[in-house]
């Protein structure tokens, strides 16, 4: 079990682009259209934006107010699938015998996004990328918990999935769209989350991260998210 509370948290995804639209949302939930567009990020140089993927994008939008003007802090990104679109974009360049861009592979791997945001913030704190599964939420939640407990004041946690390539569809089911969504959480006790025995079985219609995101925006006083046989049970306490 674990204890913190969060100080503030964004989420993105086409057509919930800000605190109405998402309440809209968690009151009434569907599945927004597939295509759209990236986050402009104004706040960056075009050199900078031209180097993130929609992906990184959607990451840097969401995190970059909850840091902006607040001294440097660790930042825990966690993700079930990565960068599939780019990761799929050097598969197939592979299968047409072309050469590799060295800058598409390094920017495909796990903690590439984790990696630019040390880069463009100038930021030398800790970062740790995670490969999760769908309880992602939790473990990520749980790893900048640990390092409230080592004496960080504060920390970044940010979780984010694309809708795969139509190659991937039949493998990937659990990404309903594209997300992304960035928590900053701090020591204290607003929430607790912990591990929970549950039986029942009831089937969940979301993903962990958008099913949290969902209940903060109804201000339900608890939920239980679960990933195959693991419950998780989060606790608002204040």
Known sequence: ?????????????????????????????????????????????????????????????CA???????????????SQHGETTRSFALLQAMG???????????????????????????DKTESIALSVNSDGLEHAFMEAAFLLRRGARSALVVL???????????????????YAVAFRIERGTQW???RHQDESNIPQLWPNSLNFVRHLCLGSPSLLNTSGDRHWLWTRTA
């Open 96 to 122: 047409r015998n072309e050469g590799l861009s060295p800058t598409s592979f390094g920017l495909s791997v796990h903690n590439a996004i984790a990696g630019m945001w040390s880069i463009v913030r100038g």
């Open 64 to 78: 970059w107010p909850l840091a902006d003007n607040r001294p440097p802090m660790p930042l825990v990104f966690a």
């Open 192 to 194: 607790r989350l912990e």
């Open 1 to 61: 079990m674990v204890t913190f509370s969060i100080g503030q948290w964004r989420a993105w995804a086409p057509e919930m682009r800000d605190a109405e639209s998402w309440m809209q949302w968690a009151a009434h939930p569907y599945c927004p259209l597939a295509d759209y567009e990236s986050p402009p990020l104004g706040f960056l140089t075009p050199m900078q934006r031209r180097r993130l993927s929609p992906m990184a994008r959607m990451v840097f939008d």
């Open 160 to 178: 984010a999935e694309e809708r795969p390539p139509p190659a991937y569809v039949p493998w990937i089911d659990d990404v309903p769209f594209s």
